[in-house]
């Protein structure tokens, strides 16, 4: 059975700063990855998504690395801004099972 | 840009009623989704739907669970019998293709909370 886990659960850091999201997952037969914004009482908004024969995938200031073998993904986020404010969702599609997400890293970026 | 579009935003019944969560996908997408977020969780993924028919569900979706798609534009989960537990944030998502390739596009949710 897969299993999402996202490090760390929070953050907060300074505006400008470069930051890092992580992802693990346990079953490395995958289809894709998928990163996903949440802001509070939204939906979910995507972000990146990565197959599984890729290794980054990049979106402006943002950046997902994928390293299927080890069952893990980055997501790097370059000049943060307090607009980033948000909680980030990993979510795995694999072979046997549905779309599992992470529980997310809520970012807070302060001005 | 296109959206998903959920409505109600925010439902309030009482344990034992029925409840029909609506959804209209984005239009020249096939595939359709229902997922959940009970508060301080992560989010659980419930049916798809492609075809008329559906795809594939989690042990969450029981009996109590359907869905429909009753026109061209629409696409309803109905909860039979409300309980307690079903209190959480329902989400609707649609892709153009199956979503080991695609990505999944969110509406905002609808809040449900049972009483």
């Known amino acids: 059975k897969q299993e999402v886990t996202q490090i760390p659960a929070a953050l907060s850091v300074p505006e400008g700063e470069n930051l890092v999201l992580n992802c693990s997952f346990t079953d490395s037969a995958i289809y894709n990855l998928q990163w996903f914004r949440q802001d509070p009482g939204k939906g979910l908004t995507s972000l990146l998504l990565?197959?599984?024969?890729?290794r980054e995938q990049t979106s402006g200031r943002l950046n997902a690395s994928l390293d299927k073998s080890s069952g893990r993904s980055t997501l790097y986020i370059a000049a943060s801004q307090p607009g980033d404010s948000a909680t980030y969702l990993c979510?795995?599609?694999?072979?046997?099972?549905?779309?599992?997400f992470g529980a997310g890293t809520r970012l807070t970026v302060k001005p | 840009e296109p959206e998903v579009t959920q409505t109600p935003s925010h439902q309030v019944t009482q344990m034992g009623q029925e409840v029909i969560l609506r959804c209209v996908p984005i239009s020249n997408h096939l595939y359709f989704y229902w997922y959940r977020q009970i508060l301080g969780q992560k989010v659980e993924f419930l049916v798809s739907f492609y075809n008329n028919e559906i795809s594939e569900k989690s042990e969450i979706f029981d009996d109590q669970f359907s869905v429909e798609r009753p026109d061209g534009s629409n696409f309803t989960l109905k909860i039979r019998s409300t309980k307690l537990e079903d209190s959480a944030m329902y989400f609707c998502a649609s892709s153009e293709e199956d979503a080991t390739n695609e990505k999944l596009f969110f509406g905002s949710g609808t809040q449900l909370s049972v009483l």
């Open positions: 990565i197959q599984s024969s890729q």
């Open positions: 979510a795995v599609r694999s072979y046997h099972n549905d779309m599992r």
